[in-house]
């Protein structure tokens, strides 16, 4: 978007509105491990954790949250595409509303079990969709702001399942005791969907479809300010945006024109399909990944290893050591393409989420000092 453009008070309200999603995804990912560790929640499920099958049945109501996380994730883009950003917010609230319904008033483990999938499956979409659409209603100087709420918000919600299973913990009445911690997540998406009408279409999406007047009202309606009352920075937004679209069309960028592809660190849901990419693609890994005895030569030749064989074969594997690199902010760091757009930072003070752990830090607008960090874990693990 163009570099003049200033966002209003209804941009940041709309921008920090859609963080009930993100709430809805943090709570949704911490409180479980609450609850599982509530003795009546086991009593009235009937789970033995003493035996293999409850052991197993503890690892699948993880396992299933998972799995239905990563499938919403990789139909996100689609759905989004397809209906607009509006409209998947608001029918991944419907999911993450009746999935929560289910967990809450399950009755035995199969019912628990399809409640965890397919809230899963809800949030995994909405932790996709809210920085989406944060991204395109903001002004290219106050992306990465506004973007910021996401994560902030997230880490806020992540932090209260935790400590409301720690509160019902101490809850007289059993039901209570387990259920009120998993029915609680139905307010946000909840909310947020009610007041979806409200929330504008992404001016992207609309032009990208060819609703370009559309497109242009909601651009005066999100970056007209006092200093700007014809919207003339909206306008110059809305032609590169035009541009922009007219430029993806043409060139349809595929994996082939894909030089690298770098990982934040190793765990399965961080890692992609690497197999899909063709072998000229170079994956770029943390410092000490090389040298680590327990990840390579990867699953099946060490069968302990998180890390799959078929993603690494026939790539070439670079290490990011960070000898004698600079430092941003305390942190080492490396210019990935030597022209300060784009730096990959790993900390010095703390062991973040694991092994090789980096992060990234990217500049929104040319020729600026403005950058989006992408935090990927580091700091709430550290």
């Known amino acids: ?37 509530l003795p009546s929640f086991f009593e009235y499920l009937d789970i033995d954790t003493s035996t293999a099958q409850g052991n197993s049945i503890v690892g699948a109501i993880n396992g299933v949250f998972l799995g239905g996380g990563a499938i919403g994730c990789w139909t996100l883009a689609w759905i989004a595409d397809t209906i607009g950003r509006r409209r998947t917010i608001q029918v991944v ?7 929560a319904a289910i967990q809450t008033g399950s009755v035995h483990v199969a019912m628990f079990l399809v409640g965890r999938l397919l809230n899963g499956f809800g949030v995994g979409m909405i ?47 059993a039901a209570l005791q387990w259920r009120l911690p998993l029915a609680l997540p139905i307010l946000a998406p909840l909310l947020l969907l009610c007041g979806s009408p409200w929330i504008p279409e992404s001016p ?43 430029i993806e069309a043409e060139e349809q960028v595929g994996l082939p024109r894909l030089a690298s592809v770098i990982w934040s660190h190793h765990h ?12 000229t693609t170079e994956l770029v890994v943390g410092p000490g990944f090389k040298a680590a005895q327990h990840l390579l030569p990867g699953f099946p030749h060490l069968v302990d290893s998180p890390v799959d064989s078929a993603a690494l074969e026939g790539h070439v594997l670079t290490e990011i050591g960070f000898q004698g690199s600079f430092e941003i902010g305390g942190s080492r760091a490396y210019d990935f393409f030597g022209d300060g757009s784009f730096y990959l930072l790993v900390f010095a003070d703390t062991p973040g989420h694991c092994l090789g752990h980096m992060c990234g830090l990217t500049r929104t607008t040319g020729g600026s000092n403005l950058y989006s960090w992408k935090i990927s874990k580091s700091k709430l693990h550290g």
Request: aromatic residues 12%; proline residues 2%; neutral net charge.
């Open 1 to 37: 978007m163009a570099v003049g453009a200033k966002a209003n008070r209804y941009n940041v309200l709309i921008a920090l509105f859609v963080t009930l999603g993100s709430f809805t995804y943090g709570y949704n990912s911490s409180v479980t491990a609450g609850v599982i560790g």
């Open 268 to 279: 399965w849901d961080h890692t992609g399909s690497m197999e899909l990419f063709p072998k």
């Open 93 to 99: 609230c419907i999911i993450c509303v009746i999935s």
């Open 127 to 173: 932790n996709c969709v809210i920085p989406l659409f944060q991204s395109e209603i903001s002004p290219a100087a106050q992306r990465g702001r506004l973007v910021g709420f996401h994560g902030f918000i997230l880490v806020a919600g992540y932090s209260c399942g935790g400590w409301t299973t720690f509160g019902t913990y101490h809850a007289t009445n």
């Open 204 to 246: 992207r999406w609309l032009v990208g479809r060819g609703y370009g007047e559309q497109g242009m009202k909601v651009l005066e309606a999100l970056h007209r300010t006092e200093d700007d009352q014809n919207a003339a920075a909206a306008q110059a937004e809305y032609e590169h945006i035009q541009a922009q679209v007219a």
